[in-house]
Nanobody, 123 residues
Framework: QVQLVESGGGLVQPGGSLRLSCAAS????????MGWYRQTPGKQRELVAA???????NYANSVKDRFTISRDNAKNTVYLQMNSLKPEDTAVYIC?????????????????WGQGTQVTVSS
């Protein structure tokens, strides 16, 4: 069984910064991609940023040059550093793991979603 623990959300003023973390634990063998999505009421869930095990990153156009995604493979943890936050960044941010394999079944690739953490940007 794999568990995801997200942290770092909260209330911040426009122009401020937050750092989200998502730590995966359990009998993990490897994780191909780790990323963050966000969702607001009435809107489709959208990809914010993702990073592969090789370090290739992908960002939504709306967050390029403001957000930075990174990962610590030894800790199975992904981070999202969010700078110059705007009110339109307000959303529930959800961690996503893809291509996760376990020690027990290394040939089977799984995907996991976190519970989400609220980020509110408001003065």
């Amino acid at each position: 069984q794999v568990q995801l623990v997200e942290s770092g959300g909260g209330l911040v003023q426009p122009g401020g910064s937050l750092r989200l973390s998502c730590a995966a634990s359990g009998s993990i063998f490897s994780i191909y991609a780790m990323g963050w999505y966000r969702q607001t009421p009435g809107k489709q869930r959208e990809l914010v940023a993702a990073i592969t095990s090789g370090g290739t990153t992908n960002y939504a156009n709306s967050v390029k040059d403001r957000f930075t995604i990174s990962r610590d493979n030894a800790k199975n943890t992904v981070y999202l550093q969010m700078n110059s936050l705007k009110p339109e960044d307000t959303a529930v941010y959800i961690c996503h793991l893809d291509g996760l394999t376990t020690v027990q079944a290394p040939e089977e690739e799984l995907a996991y979603w976190g519970q989400g953490t609220q980020v509110t940007v408001s003065s």
